[in-house]
């Protein structure tokens, strides 16, 4: 559901405050027929809620769900991602916190120890039952 390209834009849109179909298609230059399929597969999987704002004619507004919002550390290491191993020109992207311009890192967390460290100190293991 999230794995092509428009439905990673779409959420990637909403993320930065759109809500209206008009405004998805302006900012992604995107078919209408496209448009319309990525945002009933993204509302049917929970991603996005689909909210009516007009009667005559319908109109709708599509806001990120919880789980949709818990997608955007994935989008925003996408984006790093893209930015150190793709070649932009000179058209790079940062992401700053917005209230103090510092560019952003994103990382591994342990809340355990209260640390940061690299993807090399993880390893996967199985959750047990009785924890999920």
Same mark, same amino acid.
């Given at each position: ?22 405004? %998805?298609?302006?900012? =992604?230059?995107? #078919?209408?027929?496209? !448009?319309?399929?990525? +945002?009933?597969? &993204? /509302?049917?999987? $929970? ?12 109109? %709708?507004?599509?806001? =990120?769900?919880? #789980?949709?919002?818990? !997608?955007?550390?994935? +989008?925003?290491? &996408? /984006?790093?991602? $893209? ?50």
């Amino acid at each position: 559901m999230v794995g092509d390209r428009w439905s990673i834009l779409i959420i990637r849109a909403a993320l930065r405050g759109l809500r209206r179909f008009d405004e %998805y298609q302006a900012d =992604l230059g995107i #078919a209408r027929p496209i !448009l319309t399929n990525r +945002l009933r597969r &993204l /509302v049917d999987g $929970g991603v996005m809620a689909k909210e009516q704002y007009q009667q005559h004619p319908p109109r %709708y507004e599509y806001r =990120l769900t919880p #789980a949709g919002i818990a !997608l955007s550390p994935a +989008l925003v290491a &996408l /984006v790093q991602w $893209g930015e150190h191993h793709m070649d932009h020109g000179d058209n790079d992207v940062v992401l700053v916190h917005a209230p103090c311009g510092t560019e952003l890192e994103q990382g591994f967390w342990c809340r355990h120890c209260a640390t940061t460290f690299a993807p090399a100190a993880v390893r996967a293991t199985t959750r047990p039952t009785s924890a999920k």
